[in-house]
Nanobody, 123 residues
Framework: QVTLVESGGGLVQAGGSLRLVCAAS????????VGWFRQAPGKEREFVAF????????EYANSVKGRFTISRDNTLNAAYLQMNSLQPEDTAVYYC????????????????WGQGTQVTVSS
């Protein structure tokens, strides 16, 4: 298990940007794949982005492709989600999750989760 803490959320106008941070502690963070997920009010948690242990492989949900960028810095034990061109439909609580591999993260199976950070986009 690894302990995760998200930060960087807030209120932003449509078209604006935010950078979310997922800070990790505990076990060797560099051995984990990481995903960002979000949950809007009344909806199920959904996948947003994936990055593998080395940062060499990324995947995005179609709804954020071209606007969001996932990255990580294993020397700082952190992962990031740069969100540009934000829209009201991006409003949600954003979570990072760490797991053993792509399948675990993509299917949200046996992940370590952070507490989430609220992102609100006004129109």
């Amino acid at each position: 298990q690894v302990t995760l803490v998200e930060s960087g959320g807030g209120l932003v106008q449509a078209g604006g940007s935010l950078r979310l941070v997922c800070a990790a502690s505990g076990r060797d963070f560099s051995s984990f794949a990481v995903g960002w997920f979000r949950q809007a009010p009344g909806k199920e948690r959904e996948f947003v982005a994936f990055i593998n242990w080395s940062g060499g492989t990324e995947e995005y949900a179609n709804s954020v492709k071209g606007r969001f960028t996932i990255s990580r810095d294993n020397t700082l034990n952190a992962a990031y989600l740069q969100m540009n061109s934000l829209q009201p439909e991006d409003t949600a609580v954003y979570y990072c999750g760490a797991g053993s591999d792509y399948g675990a993260v993509r299917n949200a199976v046996r992940l370590s989760w952070g507490q989430g950070t609220q992102v609100t986009v006004s129109s």
